[in-house]
């Protein structure tokens, strides 16, 4: 384990990027982590993760771990992508494996950036399921002011009412299955089925496995000059 | 004054036939983000609340609150968090929006008032007398009711068609906005480039706007409207679910729609609501005007508003 910390700077948000493991062999591309709602960057991580060779990053999220708490609220899932992109933009094309809430942004990073995504493992975890795939009765979220952060009670309210349909998971694992180098861009390991979930597993050329398997086979990627282009 | 620190070289600019500053101006805190709120008319007469749409400011309703205050009401608007004078905050959503919204209604009063947005502010309203019927005696809608046609200040396009180039875009502006600021300009070149978005308006009406919306920086004129803050939303979002939710809404509504296609409208058509009016609601298409209705016919707009109250 190792605990650096890199700061990034997503709009007005202060982002705190982790080193969780240095690299076990060079020239692997490294992975990120992200974690689920209400969660922050793990600091010892399950053995699945042992024989990554790359570089081992973790992202704490807008509101979570050592990263700066926004007054007032307004998160949404895509704000999050925005989170996850300055990490992959920081640390070059990875493989990203994502937690619940982080499992969601992890699709749609692999279909915002299909290119810099090299595979995307999506796990059960807190906030998997959002608000539900349509809106449900209108409601003002306002949150008791008093729980102390991290997490901000506002990411912990406003997340889990996120609306989260499969038809627009989809759009996103439709970039990814046509744009990624990466032949089966997107993993399910969740076994949680939400909504988006299951579409998601509906999808031609999307995979089912374990976390183990995934992580094996997504190391294994080797990109070709065409698909670094 | 809205902005007191205008030079006096362009304080011709800041006088608009009929257009009058507010007679007060507070702020509220909504979770630790501070809203800036306006007033017009007697503070001891029924408020009604006005929701300002995307882009715009509550000065943009300096000439129609007025009429409204004429009318015996204190009238009472506010910029929406990253518009205007208030905070410029980390984070923006349609939750955040009716929170604050919220946070300014509570600064009110618990008892129900009359509710007034126009476009994205006309469907944050609606969604807010849906969310909380008891606090809203009566709702109009400036050319915010919802469409299937398009929706061009809250979704630019439809969500479920995204593109890798609209995407990376998005991504591209996360990764800079930080640094982002507005381009600074002349008073007359900032009014000439909205009227690239608002070319119904006079330029006369667009400079006054300048005056109250944008700051007179050293290097010249910018508007206040958070960089970072893109036209449209992001995320997933239907007009069938708003359409949908229309039936259920239970205080008198009133919907005034513009019949002539701008950029910036809606594009609702009457005939596109009949399906989903709840039992008491007026639907009027306003014939030769624009997306911004009450700023082409304040009078007219003005009269049916306290008509319908009254």
Not at chain 2, 64 to 86: E, K
Request: proline share 7%.
């Amino acid at each position: 384990m190792t605990n650096k910390t890199q700061w990034l700077r997503h709009g007005k948000i202060k982002l705190a990027l982790h080193t969780v493991r240095e690299s076990m062999e060079e020239g692997s591309h490294p992975l990120l982590l992200l974690h689920g709602l209400g969660e922050r960057t793990p600091e010892t991580l399950f053995d699945e993760f042992s024989s990554w060779p790359g570089q081992i990053f973790g992202l704490d999220f807008t509101g979570h771990g050592l990263s700066d708490i926004p007054k007032g609220g307004g998160y949404t899932a895509e704000l999050l992508m925005g989170d996850a992109d300055a990490a992959l933009n920081q640390i070059g094309p990875a493989t990203v494996c994502g937690r619940g809430l982080g499992a969601y942004v992890a699709l749609m990073l692999a279909g915002g950036r299909p290119r810099q995504v090299r595979g995307a493992i999506l796990c059960d975890g807190p906030g998997l399921a959002g608000g539900g795939p349509q809106p449900s009765n209108p409601q003002i979220i306002h949150p008791d002011p008093h729980c102390a952060p991290p997490p901000d009670p506002m990411a912990m309210a406003e997340l889990s009412n996120d609306i989260r349909p499969a038809d627009y998971a989809m759009s996103y694992v439709l970039q990814a299955t046509h744009l990624s180098p990466v032949i089966h861009p997107i993993t399910v390991c969740a076994v949680q089925k939400t909504k988006w979930i299951t579409a998601v597993c509906e999808a031609i050329e999307t995979e089912e496995s374990t976390l183990k398997d995934a992580l094996e086979i997504y190391s294994r990627f080797v990109p070709n000059e065409e698909s670094e282009a | 004054m809205l902005n007191e620190n205008i030079p006096s070289e362009f304080r011709r600019f800041a006088e608009f036939p009929g257009a009058r500053m507010p007679h007060r101006r507070r702020q509220v805190d909504s979770h630790g983000s501070q809203i800036a709120v306006y007033e017009w008319g007697d503070e001891t007469a029924s408020p009604i609340l006005l929701a300002h749409g995307g882009f715009d400011f509550a000065a943009t309703y300096c000439q129609f609150a007025p009429l409204l205050a004429n009318g015996g009401y204190r009238v009472i608007a506010f910029d929406q968090r990253g518009h205007g004078n208030s905070d410029h905050t980390a984070l923006y959503s349609w939750a955040a929006d009716l929170r604050d919204t919220l946070a300014v209604a509570n600064s009110i009063g618990p008892e129900p008032i009359p509710l007034i947005g126009h476009s994205k502010g006309g469907s944050l309203l609606t969604q807010f007398a849906q969310a909380y019927p008891h606090r809203v005696s009566h709702l109009i809608n400036l050319d915010g009711l919802p469409s299937r046609r398009r929706h061009p200040d809250i979704s630019d396009h439809e969500r479920s068609r995204l593109r890798e180039k609209e995407l990376g875009n998005w991504l591209d502006h996360r990764l800079a906005c930080a640094e982002l600021k507005r381009s600074a300009g002349g008073l007359e070149e900032l009014a000439r480039r909205r009227g690239r978005m608002n070319p119904r308006l006079s330029h006369e009406w667009l400079c006054f706007l300048v005056t109250q919306g944008a700051q007179r920086d050293d290097d010249g004129w910018r508007w206040k409207i958070d960089a970072s803050m893109r036209f449209g939303g992001f995320g997933p979002w239907n007009p069938t679910w708003e359409l949908q939710r229309l039936p259920g809404l239970s205080m008198p509504l009133l919907g005034l729609l513009a019949t002539v296609s701008e950029e910036m409208g809606w594009e609702t058509k009457e005939k596109d609501l009949l399906p989903y009016l709840p039992p008491r609601a007026e639907i009027v298409s306003i014939e030769g005007a624009g997306h911004f209705i009450h700023i082409e016919f304040p009078d007219e707009i003005a009269k049916r508003v306290l008509d319908f109250l009254n």
